[in-house]
């Protein structure tokens, strides 16, 4: 199963509403992902053991996991194609 981190400023309403939206377009697709919610801070300790890492804020360059904007979820504009994009990167 594959295993996705959603990270935003605080870890708490934003990364929710990301989280969410994930997971109800993933579980559409028929895709199984574990999705978690974090803090920017919590990258500061390591690069986490996840497959890819949707990010609402700016990610550490330290972070060698792929990265993908999560900024479409929250103005609602390029939202497809982001979502298209996660899925591509859990193929």
């Known amino acids: 199963m ?3 981190l959603v990270i935003c400023g605080t870890g708490v309403a934003t990364s929710t509403m ?3 939206s994930i997971k109800d377009h993933l579980a559409g697709q028929g ?3 574990q999705v978690t919610q974090g803090k920017v801070m919590d990258l500061l300790s390591g690069t986490p053991d996840v ?3 949707v990010a609402t ?3 550490p360059d330290t972070v060698t996991v792929p990265v993908v904007a999560g900024l479409p979820f929250l103005t609602g504009i390029g939202q497809d194609a982001t979502l298209a ?3 591509g990167h859990l193929q």
């Open 18 to 20: 990301v989280a969410t």
């Open 31 to 33: 895709i199984e992902a």
């Open 51 to 53: 497959d890819l890492i």
């Open 85 to 87: 994009e996660i899925v």
């Open 2 to 4: 594959k295993k996705i």
């Open 57 to 59: 804020t700016t990610v």
